[in-house]
């Protein structure tokens, strides 16, 4: 059965690319026009401006396009979803921010005190793969997934987290970028090792672990997220096996591979770019230290 019987607002969130062009305005309204506003600024690069502008449209994708519905229809999808919303979004964010608009933001009172506690390095990684693992315990998932509310205010707080847990590794702060060197690396690693138990449970379970997916009337509860009840309840829907030939375990086993996947790739090529900036300060660092010889040799002849 297609999923274009959900209509065209299901399909592809009219609201959010509103949401989304507004906040596109705002972010060159205060980089560029307001920019002279703020005690420390510098100008916009077009690096930047593209970081973001790619951040809107990978978030677009995968909470407004076909995506977002295909993520409550099959495991597969969703895990897609979640990967790319926590795992690529965050670092694109912050690196599109430009750091003096950082700044003005977490040095506010109230969010500086919950931003410098939750960025701690140890912590960010705790917290973010704790409540990503929290999150996927069968009931904790279902009961969520079921609650607009919540689930809602779930996705912002683990989004809140995944910003926090990248924050150590690409914020581009002058001072104070929090890890270096060899630090990043076991960062990294830490973070891989602390996700594998979430994507185990998924990807070795020997029987349907949500409702939200296996059970027709749960499964329908959950939908009312991204469709209106009315147009379900028209539509006279048994359960998502209408929409997908996969087995709901093998439709779990292939969304926990893909979850993890995505995070190997996406670690991968961020300790490559940890490795490249260690190389590249060490011949710096050494190039320093033989100009500092040579002056020194100099003084002395």
Not at 122 to 144: E, K, Q, R, T, V
Not at 230 to 238: A, C, E, Q, R
């Amino acid at each position: 059965m297609p999923i274009s019987i959900f209509g065209f607002s299901a399909l592809w969130s009219p609201y959010l690319i509103g949401v989304l062009l507004l906040t596109v305005g705002l972010y060159f309204l205060v980089t560029i026009k307001w920019r002279k506003s703020f005690k420390e600024s510098e100008r916009l690069t077009k690096r930047q401006s593209l970081l973001f502008l790619s951040a809107m449209l990978i978030l677009y994708a995968v909470k407004g396009s076909p995506l977002d519905l295909l993520g409550h229809i099959m495991m597969t999808y969703h895990m897609l979803q979640m990967a790319v919303l926590y795992l690529v979004v965050p670092p694109l964010l912050i690196k599109a921010v430009p750091w003096w608009v950082w700044r003005s933001l977490i040095e506010k009172p109230v969010i500086k005190k919950i931003f410098s506690f939750s960025a701690r390095p140890l912590l960010a990684i705790i917290l973010f793969n704790g409540l990503f693992s929290f999150y996927h315990i069968p009931l904790i998932f279902d009961f969520i997934k079921m609650n607009e509310t919540l689930h809602g205010l779930y996705t912002v707080v683990l989004f809140f987290f995944a910003i926090c847990m990248w924050w150590p590794l690409v914020n581009e702060q002058p001072e104070g970028k929090g890890l270096d060197g060899l630090k990043k690396v076991g960062y990294i690693f830490a973070n891989g090792i602390l996700l594998t138990p979430a994507c185990a449970l998924i990807i070795f379970a020997s029987a349907p672990l949500y409702a939200t997916y296996s059970d027709g009337e749960s499964w329908l509860k959950a939908m009312e997220l991204c469709v209106p009840s009315s147009t379900l309840s028209n539509l006279n829907l048994s359960g998502p096996e209408l929409f997908s030939n996969m087995a709901v375990v093998e439709d779990q086993k292939t969304g926990g591979i893909i979850m993890k996947v995505v995070q190997e790739i996406v670690y991968g090529v961020v300790l490559a770019q940890v490795f490249f900036e260690w190389v590249r300060k060490e011949e710096e660092d050494a190039e320093k230290l033989t100009e500092a010889a040579l002056a020194r040799y100099h003084k002395t002849m």
